[in-house]
């Protein structure tokens, strides 16, 4: 196999980390067998280009034909994209594994207290626009949980777990907010605009 294709292998196994994916949860979105995800993975068997666009497609990805002098402008952009949307889509997936433990909590101790409130918070914190610098917390919190669910008093967990969420969630409303001019501009833009 060429390096091209070695590069375009190693950007399906770093897309498909970004998002938390493992290769079984993979292979059910794109349709192609887990074990044929691991041997392409480990260059170890040719890509063909139907697995190929089965799996770009499944990581929101798109495979694209290009002339080699626009190849520049293409990385560019695909970079500052990727930059942009796998650390959202990295925190999206936490909180929705967040979620799933509580609702894992739920369903073992459906009359246990603090519940409500523990839904409550969670909600305060699903609504904003976290911060892929925060991921560590959630995943903490996370944590916390899922320790608590496979406790027999798993309520001081539970308020442990709930007053990191109400911090995180000051953390979040009061952090200060990048100025304009703090933000990376893009090295090439497709209107022409070069202001």
């Not at 499944?58 to 930059?83: C, F, G, N, Y």
């Not at 894992?104 to 409500?116: I, S, T």
């Not at 976290?130 to 027999?152: G, M, P």
């Not at 969420?165 to 009061?174: A, D, F, G, N, Y």
């Amino acid at each position: 196999m060429s390096d091209e294709i070695f590069h375009v292998i190693d950007s399906l196994r770093e897309a498909r980390i970004a998002r938390g994916l493992s290769q079984t949860e993979l292979s059910k979105l794109a349709g192609v067998p887990q074990a044929q995800i691991s041997r392409i993975e480990a260059k170890a068997v040719d890509l063909r280009l139907s697995s190929l666009m089965a799996i770009a497609h499944a990581l929101d990805m798109e495979v694209t034909i290009a002339p080699r002098k626009a190849l520049p402008a293409i990385r560019s952009i695909a970079r500052q994209a990727s930059a942009r949307t796998l650390p959202l889509q990295t925190v999206g997936k936490e909180l929705q594994n967040l979620q799933e433990t509580i609702r894992a909590l739920q369903v073992a101790n459906p009359e246990a207290p603090y519940l409500d409130d523990l839904k409550k918070t969670y909600a305060g914190i699903q609504s904003l626009k976290i911060d892929v610098h925060y991921l560590k917390y959630l995943r903490a919190i996370r944590k916390t949980l899922e320790q608590a669910n496979a406790s027999e008093e798993p309520w001081g967990a539970v308020i442990e777990a709930m007053r990191d969420m109400q911090t995180l969630r000051t953390r979040i409303v009061h952090a200060p907010k990048p100025e304009p001019s703090d933000l990376p501009r893009p090295a090439y833009t497709l209107d022409g605009d070069d202001d």
